[in-house]
């Protein structure tokens, strides 16, 4: 298994411009997450999926929207880039909605919008 | 709302020496607390949680114990070495929904030979 993959690994944005941040995973998870992490700060969750078709808002989800049509794809999609949209994107995923379960990460993806 | 606050980094020891990270949190129900571990160049990875007071996880020598009386986990390692070297991040989920993980600002440990 390839766990979680997020692609691309960097970009560069100018400001007002647009991009699609894709995450797949291959773990047959129901449940899926989009963390942003700034620098020396913890993750904060942006959106997240409890399976297809369905996602709801987190702690931070202005300049964001998402899709889930598969259960493996959730991709992050930005409009109109903002400086404050620099920061590392990280996906997740568990199988589970229960408190306890494990959520597996992605490597990332670096943002800098300029 | 939910809160985890960990000690500030970075921390630097030497091989084989004892390792601590404080972490407290705030939460109103009863949350499962966990420890993430951040390797240079990779996504985050769970290292031990424990989801009810005076419960201990453990992994790879790490220990964490549920304090609900002080509100704390802190980690903890007896011989730390050059390999465990990484960003640890302490977080927590509350009961209920979805499993909304709320994290700490994480502490950059660097292990010296």
């Known amino acids: 298994n390839a766990g979680v993959t997020q692609t691309p690994k960097f970009r560069i944005l100018k400001i007002g411009q647009s991009m699609t941040l894709q995450c797949t995973q291959d773990?047959?998870?129901?449940?899926m997450y989009w963390y942003r992490q700034d620098p020396g700060m913890g993750l904060k969750l942006i959106y997240y999926s409890v399976g297809a078709g369905i996602t709801d808002k987190g702690e931070v989800p202005n300049g964001y929207n998402v899709s889930r049509s598969t259960t493996e794809d959730f991709p992050l999609r930005l409009e109109l880039a903002a400086p404050s949209q620099t920061s590392v994107y990280f996906c997740a995923s568990s199988y589970l909605d229960r408190s306890t379960d494990t959520q597996y990460f992605g490597p990332g993806t670096r943002l800098t919008v300029l | 709302g939910d809160s985890v606050t960990q000690m500030e980094g970075p921390v630097t020891l030497s091989e084989e020496a004892f390792l601590t990270i404080n972490c407290t949190y705030t939460?109103?129900?009863?949350?499962?607390l966990f420890w993430y571990v951040q390797y240079p160049g990779e996504g985050l990875q769970l290292l031990l949680k424990?989801?009810?007071?005076?419960d201990k996880g453990s992994n790879k020598g790490f220990e964490a114990t549920y304090r609900k009386e002080t509100t704390s986990f802190h980690l903890e390692k007896g011989s730390v070495q050059v390999s465990d070297s990484a960003v640890y991040f302490c977080?927590?989920?509350?009961?209920?929904?979805?499993?909304?993980?709320?994290f700490g600002q994480g502490t950059r440990l660097t292990i010296n030979p």
């Open positions: 939460a109103t129900g009863y949350p499962s």
């Open positions: 773990m047959n998870h129901n449940y």
């Open positions: 977080a927590l989920s509350d009961q209920g929904g979805a499993q909304k993980l709320v």
């Open positions: 424990a989801t009810k007071a005076d």
